[in-house]
């Protein structure tokens, strides 16, 4: 059985559907895979539970030194662009080095390495680097592209989720595109249209992913009677909500659970808020489409979404309506708007789906580690 050493440096490997969707692909393909992160979360041990003898994992604990320096220059680096390179030098040194590498088994004994963002990549031989390690892409900083470029020769593949950010990263790895998207679902009773109701945010709730315009609609007269579901971790305070119909739930949900709610309502809500984001992360956040997209495609549930390059397929493929300007009145229109064509919409999220599925966009990956 071929071993794989797969690093991950964020702090919510349960709420990463293409973290989660690579160490199941793995394990059903006969392998067995080591991780390592910072957190290891209920997801985590779950896979370990599900497939014994194949999952084995390790906590890479925080350097507090380098933490705090982090969050002080990214803080100063925003006012005073001196401190940039130093901000970005300071992230980059956390992003390369693991501290309890050594403490696993040898790194001689993998026979690939699959780093989430460059993970670790500096604490692996070199000799190793430029033959058996994997980059899968999911967030993009100026730190990021500095750490391509200085190992632009270092990696064999490059795993990204769309040509516009592989050719940011600018690498000499051979390159597949993989959206950040799901297994393919579990077959449920699909519930009817009229059994479906209301819309539905399901990710973390923050000013940058559209908080403000999801009180709006909390507190919009003629929602009072739409039912509104806001799913998902709070961060810059939560929603708040006055009327029985509007629930704000924050516990993690398994797929079924999720599912299971998805298909309870009618159409979902994606919002990127610009005014809430910072220049440098501009970028990353509108060249990609977002890993709630798919969670809601894989329940043929509609979305309504903010224009940007990254949500064009959703037009494209007849699954939503992108919106210029976000108000609860636009917001409420485009609702009724998919309500009234609902089998149109939910045939386009099937053939959007179909073209996204994780199971099916990651085959050239699993043919390229069996032939390496």
């Known amino acids: 059985m071929k071993k794989i050493l797969i690093t991950y440096p964020y702090e919510w490997p349960k709420y990463s559907p293409s973290f989660i969707g690579l160490c199941k692909t793995l394990i059903l393909h006969n392998y067995s895979i080591t991780i390592i992160s910072p957190v290891i979360d209920e997801a ?3 896979l370990k539970k599900s497939y014994p003898g194949k999952v084995d994992y390790y906590r890479s604990p925080q350097n507090r ?5 982090s969050k002080c220059f990214a803080s100063v680096a925003k006012r005073f662009e001196v401190f940039k390179d130093l901000s970005n030098h300071i992230k980059s040194i956390k992003r390369l080095y693991i501290s309890n590498f050594s403490r696993i088994s040898s790194m001689y004994s993998y026979n690939h390495f699959i780093l989430f963002d ?4 500096g604490s692996i031989p070199k000799s190793i680097r430029k033959k058996q390690v994997t980059v ?7 730190y990021l ?8 020769g270092d990696i064999t593949y490059l795993i990204s989720q769309s040509n516009q950010r592989a050719e ?17 679902p579990i077959k449920l009773n699909r519930t009817k249209k009229n059994e479906r109701s209301g819309l539905i945010y399901s990710g973390t709730i923050c000013k940058a992913f559209g908080r403000d315009w999801l009180q709006s609609l909390a507190d919009f007269d003629e929602c009072k009677n739409l039912r509104l579901v806001f799913h998902g971790r709070c961060i810059d305070g939560g929603i708040s909500v006055f009327q029985p119909n509007h629930v704000v739930l924050d516990e993690y949900l398994s797929d079924l659970e999720l599912q299971e709610l998805m298909e309870s309502c009618a159409v979902g809500l994606i919002f990127y808020d610009s005014k809430y984001i910072d220049d440098s992360q501009k970028f990353n956040f509108e060249t990609a489409p977002s890993g709630k997209l798919f969670k809601y495609l894989s329940s043929k549930v509609p979305v309504i979404v903010n224009s940007c390059d ?12 992108e919106l210029d300007c976000i108000t609860a009145e636009s917001v409420l229109v485009a609702y009724k708007k998919i309500i009234n064509n609902y089998e149109q919409f939910q045939s386009g999220c ?3 789906l179909d073209d996204s599925i994780f199971d099916k966009k990651i085959l050239p990956y699993l043919e390229h580690l069996s032939g390496s």
């Open 44 to 46: 985590i041990v779950s």
């Open 65 to 69: 030194a380098l933490f705090f320096l």
């Open 118 to 121: 460059f993970y670790g990549l």
């Open 136 to 142: 899968f892409s999911l967030e993009l900083e100026d």
């Open 145 to 152: 592209k500095n750490i391509s470029k200085k190992f632009k």
């Open 168 to 184: 940011y990263l600018d690498t000499l790895a051979t390159v597949l595109i993989v959206p950040n998207s799901y297994q393919v």
């Open 310 to 321: 990254g949500m064009r397929f959703v037009t494209e493929f007849g699954a939503g309506i």
């Open 350 to 352: 099937s053939r959007l």
